[in-house]
T-cell receptor, first 108, second 115 residues
């Protein structure tokens, strides 16, 4: 079983829509969780950390469910500029493990 | 603030040849990482340095890959000899501290094609 698994998508959504996707992780002892964003042929950049109580950053909301071992990302009021691959990142055994990414395409 | 610098940006070599990549982290960042990202996959950690010491190289194919960070600043990653399956983007990242809770800043990567 992979350490971090994501639905690869793609999620094709119109501008203004809400899109949400999950990521599951295998190591129940994981302590830190992140969402990184990667544009096509670019490097990953931190989008947000994920806290136990859930957190928001503008149009982005991240949730953590330790019991079921998944984290989620919700994007409200999607913009064209949100088109990217979203990488789920989990701290397992003191190193970061990256998922393969979920691709989101926002269309006009 | 200058970001993580990497060179070259692109490299095409034949199998069994050697190649080296260079990375200069953000000034003051003690921790440096090398990742391999194969098309369609997430980055996979190859090696992590804390200053000039190796913290984790458990996923580095040591029969052909080597890396060093002699003065605790810039770093080189070498592949010798290259195989077709080494075709990937090699990403360097740095962070202020070792703890994984600290944000990692990535360089633009080196896109390697092995023919």
């Amino acid at each position: 079983r992979k350490e971090v698994e994501q639905d690869p998508g793609p999620f094709n959504v119109p501008e203004g829509a809400t899109v949400a996707f999950n990521c599951t992780y295998s190591n129940s002892a994981s302590q830190s969780f992140f969402w990184y964003r990667q544009d096509c042929r670019k490097e990953p950049k931190l989008l947000m950390s994920v806290y136990s109580s859930g957190n928001e950053d503008g149009r982005f909301t991240a949730q953590l469910n330790r019991a079921s071992q998944y984290i989620s990302l919700l994007i409200r009021d999607s913009k064209l500029s949100d088109s990217a691959t979203y990488l789920c990142v989990v701290n397992g055994d003191y190193k970061l493990s990256f998922g393969a990414g979920t691709t989101v395409t926002v269309r006009a | 603030e200058a970001g993580v610098a990497q060179s070259p940006r692109y490299k095409i070599i034949e199998k069994r040849q050697s190649v080296a990549f260079w990375c200069n982290p953000i000034s003051g960042h003690a921790t440096l990482y090398w990742y391999q990202q194969i098309l369609g996959q997430g980055p996979k950690l190859l090696i992590q340095f804390q200053n000039n010491g190796v913290v984790d190289d458990s996923q580095l194919p040591k029969d052909r890959f080597s890396a060093e960070r002699l003065k605790g600043v810039d770093s080189t990653l070498k592949i010798q000899p290259a195989k077709l399956e080494d075709s990937a983007v090699y990403l360097c990242a740095s962070s202020f501290r070792k703890a994984v809770s600290y944000e990692q800043y990535f360089g633009p990567g080196t896109r390697l094609t092995v023919t």
